[in-house]
């Protein structure tokens, strides 16, 4: 997506070679008519899987899901990120192993929003290590549901994320893909090359 892409060139910051900043329009700040054109993307790029909802994890995840939602005219989920390991009978539930924070925490969605009926498409802001996405895809696969993908708006295509979810057979897609950054230079995978 072009103009994803010169917005990520004009007001990303790149922090090292694997932390991309965007909190100025996706992440923190949120560009509201960006968020509804990527979400008009993605309900383009999965129109033909018949999605009957989209699934996201909290936090920065929330606006893409929402804009996802409404360009295909579903409902949206957002995971809930939980500390404590509080099992519950009533939710569907993966723990995640945060690898910036250090720390394993629990993933769940209620059973009431997800059932062997649905076809599900997961969104999320970033593709990096995967560790979050295969926790959700773990939860769609528990509760019987059909997976039509995941979309994510900016995969950094030098980490793992994008093989784990191949791994499992998952059609993933995403916006903008980084090949390689580092402070002062960003490298894309051009989409006539995908
Ligand atoms: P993922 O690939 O499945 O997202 O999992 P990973 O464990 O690698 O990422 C951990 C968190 O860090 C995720 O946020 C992810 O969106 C975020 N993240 C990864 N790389 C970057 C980056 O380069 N820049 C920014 N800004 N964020 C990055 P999260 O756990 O979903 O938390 P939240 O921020 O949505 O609350
Ligand atoms: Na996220
Ligand atoms: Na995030």
């Given at each position: 997506m072009k103009v994803l892409e010169e917005r990520i060139r004009q007001e990303g910051l790149i922090l090292s070679d694997t932390v991309l900043k965007v909190d100025s329009f996706l992440n923190h700040q949120v560009d509201t008519r960006l968020a509804l054109e990527i979400g008009r993307e993605f309900g383009r790029i999965f129109?033909?899987?018949?999605?009957t909802k989209v699934l996201t994890i909290e936090a920065s995840g929330i606006q893409f899901a929402m804009a996802t939602g409404i360009a295909l005219n579903v409902p949206f989920i957002y995971a809930k990120k939980k500390?404590?390991?509080?099992?519950?009978?009533?939710v569907y539930s993966a723990p995640v192993h945060s690898f910036t924070r250090g720390e394993t925490y629990q993933v769940s969605v209620s059973r009431?929003?997800?059932?062997?009926?649905d076809r599900v498409l997961i969104v999320d802001d970033f593709l990096a290590t995967g560790a979050a996405l295969v926790g959700l895809v773990n939860i769609v696969r528990e509760s019987g549901a059909k997976l039509a993908g995941v979309g994510c708006v900016?995969?950094?295509?030098?980490?793992?994320g994008r093989r784990l979810l191949e791994e499992m057979n998952v059609r993933v897609h995403s916006l903008a893909r980084i090949a390689s950054m580092s402070p002062g230079e960003i490298r894309f995978i051009e989409e006539s090359a995908i």
């Amino acid at each position: 997506m072009k103009v994803l892409e010169e917005r990520i060139r004009q007001e990303g910051l790149i922090l090292s070679d694997t932390v991309l900043k965007v909190d100025s329009f996706l992440n923190h700040q949120v560009d509201t008519r960006l968020a509804l054109e990527i979400g008009r993307e993605f309900g383009r790029i999965f129109a033909d899987e018949a999605v009957t909802k989209v699934l996201t994890i909290e936090a920065s995840g929330i606006q893409f899901a929402m804009a996802t939602g409404i360009a295909l005219n579903v409902p949206f989920i957002y995971a809930k990120k939980k500390k404590a390991v509080t099992l519950s009978e009533e939710v569907y539930s993966a723990p995640v192993h945060s690898f910036t924070r250090g720390e394993t925490y629990q993933v769940s969605v209620s059973r009431k929003y997800l059932s062997p009926s649905d076809r599900v498409l997961i969104v999320d802001d970033f593709l990096a290590t995967g560790a979050a996405l295969v926790g959700l895809v773990n939860i769609v696969r528990e509760s019987g549901a059909k997976l039509a993908g995941v979309g994510c708006v900016i995969e950094k295509s030098f980490q793992e994320g994008r093989r784990l979810l191949e791994e499992m057979n998952v059609r993933v897609h995403s916006l903008a893909r980084i090949a390689s950054m580092s402070p002062g230079e960003i490298r894309f995978i051009e989409e006539s090359a995908i």
